[in-house]
């Protein structure tokens, strides 16, 4: 029996979501055992742009990804839907836009927009009162109770700890369904993070491989009392690495034959994304 992402954020262990950005990516992860899915919006910059995770990708953008993701796996997907895109309008618009495309979970952040990465300097932050505006739009919006809402504040950088916490009791008395206060700098700041809503709602911890964060396990993070786990951009850095070498290993020999040990041949490849199955499929209507 499959079960939703909101029961399963009801146990008590912790939660591990890898980031992925097309359905390849996430149909490799469903196939190695994880129970979610985070669709960072960064690396949908990274591989559908070619671009820094700075604003450029819209909501449609997004959404057609995530449908993609959605009709090819059965794993719950936590998107990031950045600031909504706009104002508490474009919310209410992207939140339905990316419920109708199957997310089980949709983040929100404060910042302004366009938006940065959140483990990049010079971010800016809008009001309290907007962002609590926008967070009771999206809310308002969703027409399934199973779809739930991330609040995100990037306040720290830009206000400091205790004013980001602020903005997180702020979110959390709209009623959202869990929280991300991102790029918390060390140990202590997690731990004061955990002490003070870990108890009480979903913690989410970000984590980003040279980002501001200090990289952990999940089980060290559930220690904390995170509930959420994601390393949402690992997977294209892993990626990136693995093309680097594939591609300078093509320029200088002029083959892939000293490739071959690290690459999946034409026909496991074809296993991989079931075409057996599909080519089955195919015949039954013949």
């Given at each position: 029996?499959?079960?939703t992402?909101?029961?399963?954020?009801?146990?008590?262990h912790?939660?591990?979501?890898?980031?992925?950005?097309?359905?390849?990516?996430?149909?490799?992860?469903a196939?190695?055992?994880?129970?979610?899915?985070?669709?960072?919006?960064?690396?949908?910059?990274?591989?559908?742009?070619?671009r820094?995770?700075v604003?450029?990708?819209?909501?449609s953008?997004?959404a057609?990804?995530?449908?993609?993701?959605?009709?090819r796996v059965?794993?719950?997907?936590i998107v990031?839907?950045?600031t909504?895109?706009?104002n508490a309008?474009?919310?209410?618009?992207?939140?339905?836009?990316?419920?109708?495309?199957?997310?089980?979970?949709i983040?929100?952040?404060?910042q302004?927009?366009?938006?940065?990465?959140?483990?990049?300097?010079?971010?800016?932050?809008?009001?309290?009162?907007?962002m609590?505006?926008?967070?009771?739009?999206?809310l308002?919006?969703?027409?399934?109770?199973?779809t739930?809402?991330?609040?995100?504040?990037?306040a720290?950088?830009?206000?400091?700890?205790?004013?980001?916490?602020?903005?997180?009791?702020?979110y959390?008395?709209?009623?959202v369904?869990?929280?991300?206060?991102?790029?918390?700098?060390?140990?202590?700041?997690?731990?004061?993070?955990c002490?003070?809503?870990?108890?009480?709602?979903p913690?989410?911890?970000?984590?980003?491989?040279?980002?501001?964060?200090?990289?952990?396990?999940?089980?060290?993070?559930?220690?904390q009392?995170?509930?959420?786990?994601i390393?949402p951009?690992?997977?294209?850095?892993?990626?990136?690495?693995t093309?680097?070498?594939?591609?300078s290993?093509?320029?200088?020999?002029?083959?892939s034959?000293g490739?071959?040990?690290?690459?999946?041949?034409?026909n496991?490849?074809?296993?991989?994304?079931?075409?057996?199955?599909?080519m089955?499929l195919?015949?039954?209507?013949e």
């Amino acid at each position: 029996m499959t079960i939703t992402l909101k029961q399963r954020l009801s146990q008590p262990h912790a939660l591990l979501a890898p980031g992925v950005y097309d359905a390849l990516s996430a149909l490799v992860a469903a196939q190695s055992g994880f129970e979610a899915l985070y669709l960072s919006g960064a690396s949908i910059a990274y591989t559908l742009l070619g671009r820094s995770d700075v604003g450029l990708t819209t909501c449609s953008e997004v959404a057609a990804t995530l449908s993609r993701i959605t009709e090819r796996v059965p794993v719950p997907v936590i998107v990031d839907a950045d600031t909504g895109f706009g104002n508490a309008l474009n919310t209410r618009r992207t939140v339905r836009e990316f419920e109708r495309a199957g997310a089980a979970m949709i983040q929100l952040e404060d910042q302004t927009f366009p938006k940065r990465c959140g483990h990049l300097d010079g971010k800016t932050v809008v009001t309290t009162k907007e962002m609590t505006g926008k967070l009771k739009a999206a809310l308002d919006a969703r027409t399934n109770e199973d779809t739930l809402i991330l609040a995100r504040t990037d306040a720290l950088a830009v206000e400091g700890l205790e004013a980001a916490f602020d903005r997180a009791e702020a979110y959390l008395d709209c009623g959202v369904d869990a929280l991300f206060i991102e790029a918390l700098r060390t140990p202590e700041e997690m731990d004061a993070a955990c002490a003070r809503f870990g108890a009480r709602i979903p913690l989410l911890a970000n984590m980003v491989e040279g980002g501001k964060t200090p990289v952990q396990s999940v089980t060290a993070l559930q220690e904390q009392g995170f509930r959420i786990v994601i390393f949402p951009g690992g997977t294209v850095r892993a990626v990136a690495h693995t093309l680097q070498g594939y591609y300078s290993n093509l320029q200088q020999y002029q083959t892939s034959t000293g490739w071959k040990k690290s690459m999946l041949d034409f026909n496991a490849l074809n296993e991989l994304i079931g075409t057996p199955e599909l080519m089955v499929l195919g015949r039954h209507y013949e």
